[in-house]
Structure formats: C-alpha cells, structure tokens
C-alpha cells in the first residue's frame, strides 16, 4: 500500500496539538490535547488526568483540508478537552489526516490539525 509512516503525530502534522477523533462503537469520542510528548496516538489515561501514547506506528491513508472544524466538533462527544478549546473551534480551518496503525489496515483515528495552532 506505501502508506508514509510515523512515529506520532507531531512528525505527521507538524503541529504539537489538534483534535483527534475516534470511532467507539459507532459514536464518535473526540480528544483535544496538546500531543508532542505521545508516540503513537493519544488516549486519556485511565485516571483522565493526562493523554499518553501507546508507541503504534502511525499510517497515513488519506488528508485534505476542511473549511470548518468546529462545525464536526460540535457533532461529537468530548472525552478529554483540558483547555477548554472546543468552544473555540468554530470558524477554524484544519488539515485532517486520516490514520492506521498498520500498513494494510483499517483506519483507526482521524486527527485534525487546525490552523494557527502550533
């Protein structure tokens, strides 16, 4: 397939936070954090204090950039936002990346880099 490949998400998106979804059974869970010390994708802790990376590689499927990130946001469910960014949101333009954690395999997250942030 020749997917490019990461170690995490600050080499794929150039930028140390965004927004990355997950699919949990059908309903989408969304967490919002600052991602520059996780390799692999960022999960919230199971004390929900902090995220942390489980070392997957990261593959990349798709990209392309969307017009409107709040709009998406405000259709999903926030498990972890410490900032309080979501409301913020509305208006931005990001880049979204769709991931795998394996070569061949099925997307597992979607990760939204929104423009102006770092």
């Not at 593959?59 to 469910?77: A, E, F, N």
Request: aromatic share 6%.
């Amino acid at each position: 397939m020749n997917n490019l490949c990461f170690d995490n998400l600050h080499d794929l998106t150039g930028q140390e936070s965004g927004v990355v979804v997950y699919d949990n059974n059908g309903r989408d869970e969304i967490i919002i954090c600052n991602w520059t010390a996780c390799d692999g994708l960022p999960r919230v802790d199971p004390l929900g204090i902090c995220v942390m990376g489980l070392g997957e590689a990261l593959y990349l499927v798709g990209q392309r950039p969307i017009d409107d990130l709040g709009s998406l946001v405000d259709t999903k469910d926030v498990i972890y936002d410490r900032n309080n960014d979501a409301p913020g949101l509305n208006g931005t333009r990001a880049h979204l990346f769709h991931i795998a954690t394996s070569e061949d395999g099925d997307i597992v997250a979607t990760v939204y880099a929104p423009e102006g942030w770092h």
